[in-house]
């Protein structure tokens, strides 16, 4: 089975801007079949690789295996690099009780393909646990009451705020290699990159789009523009590609802790709220290349802190001056800040917490944006309790 387009989509993906040379194509193609017939139409999860005198090797699992596999064992399998040395892929198979699979090509081994483009192909045959990555779900309030034409208005309007805000930020070299999938009423939205700048583009990304989906709602004379609520959260999720006309998609979606955290986050939020979940992680800092800790507040601040970077683009055409984002609270004054942490209970009777996020935008000879909803606001809001956390300046 030929599958030569789908290996242009994956390279446009996975393999960046640089086109593929015809060595390389061949051998991706020779490994992609390979990959392919171990795959077996989804039957099996291809889960990591190695190379052992000269020979490929890749351990794979039944997809009811993955699930009742210990959840420790398979999670750092799950959430580790796809290339493992051998003998470290020899442990995870023993984890695993699972004998490697030889795959048929030795092309990785003539350096024709690197190994990090072999390890992004067995991905798309994979399942990966993503930590530390921030995702946005972006809702469009009574969706479900409009009718199916308004509806693909609705969506298309809010595919285009998207669209414009990724263009934006590149064109101030702001780069998010980001991805999406629909809910039906929205969208899910993160970014590829795992790092602490990852998320904070990804933030950007979400205001510069609620901006200009603000913007088109003030213009619109119909309901083809959405009005939104949005939630943001920064955990962990597990990342997967379906199958498509016997094929992987190179588009992935995503479900897990991080998404079952918004989707009750979501339901709670007011139109036109802007709600962030609670979290402390550990990430990678791409400035010192060392992990970092941060939690909610200190995202929201250092994200603030770099905000000079949206300066002079624009939101429908018109050009920002000023942008400030925080999370709302009291104001005693005195050099105190104090920000109100939600406890918000769901249908199932669980718990989270969540912060309630303002964003202002300021344009040259134009009307500023107001995103979000001021906490005296906030009578309509379904908290089951509300705490000040007071941060010193």
Known sequence: MKRTTWLDMFAAVDGGAQSLSSDVRQALARLDEALFAVWNLGENVLLVWTHVAGQMQVLSARHYQIASSAAASINDILAGPKYLPP?????????????????????????????????????????????????????????????PLEQVAMLNSLAYSVNSAHRQLLSKDIHINFARTTTGDGFYIWNRSKSVDGNIALYKLAMLLLADNAVAQGKARGSWVPRLRAAFHVGEHYEFYQVEALNPTTFSYIVGPATNDLSRMIEKALPGQILIGEFEIDVEDEASDRMARYDTLDFVQKTAERLDQI????????????????????????????????????????????YNAKLNIHRH???????????????????????????AS
């Open 87 to 147: 003998d470290e892929f020899a442990r995870a198979c023993r984890a695993l009780g699972q004998a490697p699979q030889a795959v048929g090509t030795g092309s990785w081994q003539a350096g024709v393909v690197s190994t990090e483009l072999v390890s992004n192909l067995l991905r798309r045959y994979g399942v990966s646990l993503v930590k530390g990555r921030a995702v946005v779900l972006l809702d469009a309030v009574g969706f479900t009451r409009h009718t």
């Open 311 to 354: 300066k002079g683009l624009e939101v429908a055409g018109d050009r920002v001056e000023n942008v400030r984002c925080y999370l709302t609270g009291q104001s005693p004054g005195g050099g105190r800040y104090p920000v109100n942490r939600y406890r918000i209970r769901d249908k199932h009777g669980a718990d989270r917490f969540v």
């Open 365 to 391: 000879q134009a009307e500023p944006i107001f995103l979000g909803i001021q906490s005296q606001e906030l009578s309509g809001f379904d908290a089951v309790e509300v705490e000040m956390l007071d941060r």
